[in-house]
């Protein structure tokens, strides 16, 4: 239950008012999106340091991705109530984000745990990821150039995004199946 990963999750979250502050208190969206990269980089790096020190637990199954969920879901949601973000981007994000959590609380109330992460997956999300904290960066610092990159990655990001959604769809499906299958035996 505490371990190094498990923590990190958990600053994780605690960041997430500090981020609001930042944007809405002190009307810094580049500290903002400084912060939300600090969230979504610690997220690589409480999983890699999970499996590297044998330190995956249910708690950590449970947290990192309702750190991701929430940070995610905050910097998106008020990036687009700021006017940090293009509000088609923010709407494309908050229904993914939605449908990811609506099929989470699913797949854990029949009893699925977990989904197998594909590589295209990693990708859109750090694709997403850095064009959410560029854009906040281009809200405070207003850097012409890096709108320009934000749009395109994000963009690309975004489509990839719906792809894997659409493949975790299938493996949910295929998982709850075997589930009522083995319930029905």
Partial sequence: M??????????????????LYLLFGKDDPAGAGTVFFFIAWSDWVDGYLA???NQVSELGKLLDPLA??????????????????????ALALLIRESLVGV?????????????TVRYLGKAATFMVYSAVTWFYWV?????D???????????V?????????????????????????????
Wanted: proline letters at 4%; zero cysteines.
């Fill in 51 to 53: 499996r590297r020190l």
């Fill in 139 to 143: 809200a405070g610092w207003e850097w």
């Fill in 2 to 19: 505490f371990t190094i990963p498990n923590l990190i999750s958990i600053i994780r979250l605690g960041l997430i008012p500090y981020f």
């Fill in 68 to 89: 991701d969920r929430i940070a995610v879901f905050v910097a998106v949601l008020f990036g687009w109530v700021a006017g940090v973000l293009p509000p088609w981007f």
């Fill in 103 to 115: 099929a989470a609380i699913v797949a854990l109330l029949r009893g699925v745990t977990s989904v």
């Fill in 145 to 155: 150039w890096l709108e320009y990159l934000a749009y395109a990655v994000g963009t």
């Fill in 157 to 185: 990001g975004l489509i990839l995004y719906y792809w894997v959604l659409a493949d975790y769809w299938r493996d949910l499906r295929a998982k709850l199946a075997e589930v009522n299958d083995g319930s029905t035996a």
